[in-house]
Nanobody, 125 residues
Framework: QVQLVESGGGLVQAGDSLRLSCAASGRTINAMAWFRQVPGKERQFVATISRNGGTTYYTDSVKGRFTISIDNAKTTVYLQMNSLKPEDTALYYC????????????????????WGQGTQVTVSS
């Protein structure tokens, strides 16, 4: 099992930037991702990255604004969020998998067994 601890959320204005961090411990991860959820809606995929950082995917609404990265130790994943919009407001969750996977499933919740507690991002207009 992997323990995940997110940080970096907060209240910002539209157009501002935030960087979320997710520190993993316990087991070697194969891929990590960020999802987000607003009350009353399903948790949605935001971005994902492979262990070596060579493969990344983003949901269309954040392409060009968000960047996911992983540190050299392969234990911390970052989500740099620029040009934030009110519709980015959500509880952001970090997720990880320690199992083999196919790239086609990296954007799906089904491959991620371990989840963090979430960090709130609120963007005011």
């Amino acid at each position: 099992q992997v323990q995940l601890v997110e940080s970096g959320g907060g209240l910002v204005q539209a157009g501002d930037s935030l960087r979320l961090s997710c520190a993993a411990s316990g087991r070697t991860i194969n891929a990590m991702a960020w999802f987000r959820q607003v009350p009353g809606k399903e948790r949605q995929f935001v971005a994902t990255i492979s262990r070596n950082g060579g493969t990344t995917y983003y949901t269309d609404s954040v392409k060009g604004r968000f960047t996911i990265s992983i540190d050299n130790a392969k234990t911390t994943v970052y989500l740099q969020m620029n040009s934030l919009k009110p519709e980015d407001t959500a509880l952001y969750y970090c997720a990880a998998t320690t199992k083999p996977y196919t790239n086609a499933l990296m954007m799906s919740r089904v491959i991620y067994r371990d989840w963090g507690q979430g960090t709130q991002v609120t963007v005011s207009s």
